[in-house]
């Protein structure tokens, strides 16, 4: 079974004392409480082991299969940059992220590529910054015709191939390339694997 990763505690706890690694730590501590009374606890080894998990049962046939930590939103709210090495630790190979500023955090805090790879996917394809992203070696979501040519066109001037994802709407309506629209996008988007603007990685849904 998991172990449990995020501990929630208010006045009254069951927990055991909590042990600081250090004496600053727990004075940063007992100053935040005079401020927040509610405490939130995350236990990076657990998320490290939850991934270990993951990644064994993933591979139980055989593999090699590699997992995602997905570590959007702030980790859900864990912390971005902790989160994402506690899922590398447990054998991630990959981090997802919907945000391009995450995507760039990840990588600005030394997860280089070498570590894993990003992929981002929640991005506004007339103001994503994809000239940073693609030097960043950071993977990127397509599921517009706009953010196929913007990708392009950032590629051509940063020199390199985008690493892009495919994004197909396979029902639920939210985001993605939809069957009506799937082969103007393959029509537009083979010249440029041709030209070498673009590396299709995948699709995803």
Aim: aromatic share 6%; net charge negative; glycine share 8%.
């Amino acid at each position: 079974s998991y172990e449990q990763a995020t501990m929630v505690c208010m006045s009254v706890s069951a927990l055991e004392e909590w042990q600081f690694s250090s004496e600053q730590g727990e004075r940063n501590y007992n100053q935040a409480l005079r401020e927040y009374p509610a405490q939130v606890i995350v236990d990076l080894a657990a998320l490290r082991d939850n991934m270990r998990h993951l990644v064994d049962i993933t591979n139980r046939e055989g593999g090699p299969t590699e997992v995602m930590g997905v570590v959007k939103a702030d980790a859900y709210g864990h912390g971005l940059v902790p989160s994402a090495l506690a899922a590398l630790a447990g054998g991630a190979t990959w981090l997802g992220v919907a945000q391009a500023r995450e995507a760039l955090a990840l990588r600005n805090a030394g997860i280089g590529v070498d570590r894993a790879r990003v992929l981002t996917w929640v991005n506004n394809p007339l103001h994503a910054p994809y000239d940073d992203l693609i030097a960043a070696d950071v993977d990127l979501s397509v599921a517009t015709l706009t953010a196929i040519q913007k990708i392009a066109e950032a590629a051509r001037a940063v020199g390199k191939p985008a690493r892009v994802h495919i994004k197909v709407d396979t029902g639920f309506g939210r985001n993605g390339f939809t069957l009506a629209q799937i082969d103007s996008a393959i029509d537009l988007l083979l010249p440029m694997v041709d030209e070498g603007v673009f590396e299709i990685v995948g699709q995803w849904s």
